[in-house]
């Protein structure tokens, strides 16, 4: 069945550390998306990529790196993590050519920088 | 810019009651409309979309009807369960911007339907 998987699903971090998230993708889809979610705030997107080798900058880039090698794998890092990162975190794929279309989610990444 | 407004951030009903969730949009272009579901833990859900004037997205019983008069496409059920207790997102993607292929969320809303 084809999915969006993360990895890990919990991570405890500490101010200053580095920090990487990972997704895969078995969609076959050219695009994917890194949001972070916040009580009231909803779904906010970081980056986002058109398929392997891209990324672009989404609405709250400031703080994160996203790296695309492949088709199936996009990855959020942090370099210098903060306390103000803690969130829950969410990758998603969706189709691309001629949008807008659906996007499909993992399941999440909740980090704690501490 | 493009946006999304759900203006409830919590609903709370009983099984059965009817289910309202509000959302407008502002774009500039004609957007592509669409509903997520969250369910505790999980990552939202598709559930379905709209792309045209009075065109109407249905799945698992919601419904909403895509109205560009009012700016509008608000999600319904005739009768909700306890099961639908869960987090809805309204979201829109542009097609006559660059960023065709991004979509952006409102700020959720939280139903809870008791016993």
């Known amino acids: 069945e084809a999915a969006v998987t993360q990895s890990p699903r919990n991570k405890v971090a500490v101010t200053g550390g580095k920090v990487t998230l990972s997704c895969n993708q078995t969609n076959n889809h050219n695009n994917m998306y890194w949001y972070r979610q916040d009580t009231g705030h909803g779904l906010r997107l970081i980056h986002y990529?058109?398929?392997?080798?891209?990324?672009e900058k989404g609405d709250i880039p400031d703080g994160y790196k996203a790296s695309r090698p492949s088709q199936e794998n996009f990855s959020l890092i942090l370099e210098l993590a903060t306390p103000s990162q803690t969130s829950v975190y969410f990758c998603a794929s969706g189709e691309g050519d001629w949008g807008p279309y659906e996007q499909y989610f993992g399941p999440g990444t909740r980090l704690t920088v501490l | 810019g493009d946006s999304v407004t759900q203006t409830e951030g919590q609903v709370a009903l009983s099984e059965e009651d009817f289910l309202t969730i509000h959302c407008n949009y502002s774009?500039?272009?004609?957007?592509?409309l669409f509903w997520y579901v969250q369910y505790p833990g999980e990552g939202p859900q598709f559930l379905f979309r709209a792309s045209r004037d009075k065109e109407k997205g249905s799945s698992r019983g919601f419904e909403a009807t895509y109205d560009k008069g009012t700016t509008s496409f608000h999600l319904r059920k005739a009768s909700v369960q306890e099961s639908d207790s869960a987090v809805y997102y309204c979201a829109l993607g542009d097609p006559s911007t660059s960023n065709y292929n991004v979509l952006y969320f409102g700020s959720g809303t939280k139903l809870t339907v008791e016993p």
């Open positions: 990529s058109y398929g392997a080798g891209s990324t």
């Open positions: 774009a500039s272009g004609y957007p592509a």
